[in-house]
C-alpha cells in the first residue's frame, strides 16, 4: 500500500489540485458564467473529470452554480481571497486619494486594475460625489482582450509576455465588436502604444465606451492600470478621449507615490517595454 505521505502522493496531490485550478481558470478566462459543455471544451481532461471539478469547486464556493441557468460563475469565496490578495497589493490605498480627485474633477468613476496573466482584477476606484455612473465591483475579474484598461496594460508588454498573455486570452465574441483573435489584437495594441493610451468601444458591453491608460513606475514596470468608462447615451468617445492627459497625470502621480512602495515580487520575472533594468 503506498504511503499517504510519500513524494509521490505530495506529487500526486499537487497534480489534483493544479487540475481543478485549470478549470476554475478556464471560467475566469471566458468572463461569462459558462455552461458545463463549454468549460469542457476547452479543456484537455476527461468529461467525468471536468464535472467532477466542477462539482468539488461549487461545493467549495470557488464557483457558483445558476441550477435555472445551468452556468457557472465564479464564487463567493474566491471573491474574499482575491479581496484579501489584492488588498495587500500596496498600490490601492495609495492610489485611492487620487482616484477620488480625479472622479470629481471629471464626474466620473475612475478605476484601478492589475494585470493578473491574460486577466484584469479591479482593485480600487474613485467615483464623484452625489453621481452614479457605471458602478464596477471592486476585485472584480474581467477580460484584458476586450476592455480599454486591459488593452492598456497588455501594450506594455514585451513580444514574449505579450505572446503568454494572448494564449490564455478567451477572445469569447462578447458583442459584434469584440475583437476575437490574436493578431487582431495585436494591430490594436500597436495602435493603443502608438497613441499612449486605449479605447474600448462597446467591446465588452454594448453601449458602454471606455479609455485607459497603464499605470507604471518611474523605472518603466507596469504596475496597474487606469480606466474611465461610461454609457454611450450619456457621452461618445471623442468627449471621453479629452479625459486622457488628467488621467495619465493621475497615473503618474498615483506611480509617483507609490515608487517608495515594496511590491510582490510574483511577476518580476516580466519584462515591459521601456522598462530599466
Known sequence: ???KNSPSSEREGAGTVGKALGVLDIVARLGHPARASEIRALSDLPKATVYRFLQTLTE???LNYDPDLRVYSLGVRLVRLA??????FQIAPVAQPHLSALASKIGLAVYLSKLDGGQCVSLERGTPGGRVGVLQDVDRIYPAYCTAVGKAMLACLTEDALDAALTQQSFHSLTEATITDA???RTELEKTRARGYAIEDGEHVRGIIAIGVP????GGRLIGGLGVHAPDRQTDLQQLQRHVPKLQECAVAIASDAADWSFPEADRHIEYRGEKT
Open 1 to 3: 500500500m503506498a504511503d
Open 60 to 62: 467549495q464556493n470557488l
Open 83 to 88: 479581496q484579501v490578495a489584492w488588498r495587500n
Open 183 to 185: 493578431e487582431t489584437m
Open 215 to 218: 499605470v507604471r513606475t518611474p
